[in-house]
């Protein structure tokens, strides 16, 4: 009897299980998180320099639906007689919530893939538990713990997972949890058959219209599509989506993300610069920032890419200036790659242009470990320099970031992004913690 | 912000304490590789150091830090300047000091239940001047948060 069931065990192929675990309305949600008051209320999230709608509350969302993505200026009035609160982007403080977020998530499974800064996908295989249950579970101990509302949807590819976080998005009889594996055949192909491809993970508008002028019109459609047809018409990636929404699994976990190939720091001025010292200071900040990260995660460059450009909307000729070098050797070093920038931005530079945005881009990145100096030792001072950047960043970390910074960078960052309507960093700096009365 | 901005606050190295000061090398003796274990990779300080976190903030996603400004709570150990330690994963009971969100602004306050009666207590020698806010019936009551520990600077 024993070894009949084992067998039997042994020989049943487990289906997978995964579910996505998405927050509601991200970065409005993280501003209510620390201002109870405004529960309930229409929320706005702008763009860096405060340029356009980038998210939306529910709330928001139903008075003023074509709101994302148009220029804030456009809407202020309107939204202001709404009573649209509105936020500067601050992302120190997403950065934090999305981080408690995901360390959260980890108790409720044995494999975790961080989709994004608001989704991360789940194994469940093999977890033996009702799912709807389970993910009820997963959603209350989010909001318990971080305050932030989420919504669960289990499916056995992580295509049709997405697909039920979505049903559990939008259907509030879902409750914020939509299970589709214990879903039977005709209830799902009668969800399926009420939803445009568009929720489909990775279809797009463009190629929603393709599919459209095809006749598939709805999920289903799109499902019982014959794969190879698809394939020899739109490619491999299509016919993957296929293979999973009928529950074959084309697209695994993956455990790490991977690994960024550039590392980019760049910013709107608050206002328009046109003189090269200051634009020189803008480029200092920004090669220091950029190498800051790449540190911070181990790698070096290889070339090194600088751009400044007027704003496409100005009255002027629009002026886009980039160029990159490659380095001698692969560096870390914040002196190097400044060294390097500067020299760049020199080129691009020319006078009577008002400047709207620069950047600093690291490109070619590879790992620390084994790295050799060249012929002729273009790292000669590298020791030295390596402790002092060492000591930099150490006090950057200690004080305030950018306590301690390059000659070029300047005292006074007037080109700094403008953020009018930011909230403080609740959680991350010490002196704009929520104060208790 | 970087991976977990508490931790990292909480955990530059001016936290540590080494608790045992003897060097041990590797090839000294088969006890001293056994203890290889407990050596901290830092310092090399045989039997690690003391992390306040793994105390005071037990459950990292759950924990935010509040600084107190005001004197309700004074009786209790709270005074302006107290690093309150707020955890949002503790149920609130009664006498618990919780975080509570009135009006425009978070207060900290003690809480009291019994029966029917829910209030949130100053704990002040005038207790003329913080009187307890008392809530009933359809009055809302949202706790943010419970006061795990405070921090004060002497």
Not at chain 1, 297 to 312: D, E, I, M, R, W
Not at chain 2, 34 to 58: H, K, M, W
Request: hydrophobic share 40%.
């Amino acid at each position: 009897m024993l070894y009949g069931g084992w067998l039997n065990m042994a020989l049943t192929p487990i289906k997978r299980v995964f579910a996505l675990c998405d927050a509601n309305s991200f970065y409005a949600s993280c501003e209510k998180v620390f201002r109870p008051d405004l529960e309930g209320k229409p929320i706005v999230v702008l763009s860096n320099n405060d340029g356009c709608v980038i998210a939306q509350s529910r709330e928001a969302k139903e008075i003023l639906e074509i709101y994302m993505c148009r220029p804030w200026h456009e809407l202020q009035k309107d939204a202001q007689r709404l009573g649209v609160i509105c936020f500067s982007s601050n992302y120190e403080l997403y950065g934090n919530m999305s981080n408690r977020f995901m360390q959260t998530l980890r108790q409720f499974t044995f494999r975790q893939e961080v989709y994004s800064i608001d989704e991360s996908f789940l194994e469940m295989t093999g977890i033996n538990r009702n799912y709807s249950d389970y993910g009820l579970e997963i959603k209350n101990t989010v909001k318990r713990w971080t305050g932030l509302p989420i919504c669960v949807g289990f499916g056995h590819t992580k295509t049709l997972a997405k697909l039920a976080n979505h049903i559990a998005k939008k259907q509030d009889k879902f409750n914020g949890v939509c299970d589709l594996t214990t879903l039977n055949s005709t209830d799902l192909d009668h969800i399926m058959e009420s939803l445009p491809v568009s929720k489909v993970w990775g279809i797009g508008k463009r190629l929603e219209l393709k599919l459209n002028a095809l006749g598939v019109h709805n999920i289903l459609r799109l499902k019982r599509a014959d794969p190879k047809r698809i394939r020899d018409e739109f490619g491999v990636v299509l016919e993957s989506t296929i293979n999973e929404l009928n529950g074959q699994v084309i697209l695994e976990m993956e455990d790490k993300l991977p690994e960024a190939k550039q590392v980019m720091s760049s910013r709107s001025f608050g206002a328009r610069v046109s003189d090269l010292q200051a634009l020189k200071q803008a480029i200092a900040y920004h090669a220091s920032m950029a190498s800051d990260r790449m540190r911070a995660k181990g790698l070096y460059a290889n070339a090194v890419y600088v751009f400044a450009q007027n704003s496409p909307f100005d009255q002027a000729k629009f002026y886009g200036g980039s160029l990159t070098i490659g380095l001698p050797s692969p560096t870390d070093n914040t002196m190097q790659i400044n060294q390097a920038a500067q020299w760049l931005i020199k080129r691009i530079f020319k006078p009577g242009i008002y400047y709207q945005k620069a950047g600093v881009m690291l490109m070619g990145l590879v790992p620390k470990a084994g790295q050799q100096g060249d012929l002729f030792d273009y790292n000669a001072n590298h020791i030295k320099k390596t402790k002092l950047i060492e000591t930099m960043d150490a006090l950057n970390r200690k004080y305030a970031k950018g306590t301690i910074i390059l000659g070029g960078e300047g005292l006074t960052k007037d080109w700094k992004m403008r953020r009018n309507f930011k909230s403080p960093n609740y959680t991350g700096n010490w002196n704009e913690l929520p104060i208790l009365h | 912000m970087p991976a977990n901005a508490l931790k990292a606050s909480l955990h530059p190295p001016h936290f540590s304490l080494p608790l045992y000061g003897g060097k041990v090398s590797a090839a000294q003796s088969r006890w001293a590789s056994a203890a290889q274990d407990y050596i901290d990779d830092d310092t090399g300080v045989l039997g690690g150091r003391l992390d306040l976190n793994e105390r005071f903030v037990t459950n990292p996603p759950s924990t935010f830090v509040m600084p107190v400004d005001g004197e309700s709570m004074i009786k209790a150990g709270i005074f302006p300047g107290t690093i309150a330690i707020v955890d949002k994963n503790i149920d609130a009971k009664s006498g618990s000091i919780v975080v509570v969100w009135y009006g425009d602004k978070y207060i900290v306050k003690r809480l009291y239940i019994k029966g029917n009666t829910v209030k949130l207590r100053s704990e002040h020698p005038n207790l003329r001047e913080y009187r307890p806010i008392l809530f009933k019936g359809d009055d809302e009551l949202v706790i943010w948060g419970v006061v795990k520990h405070g921090i004060n600077t002497y």
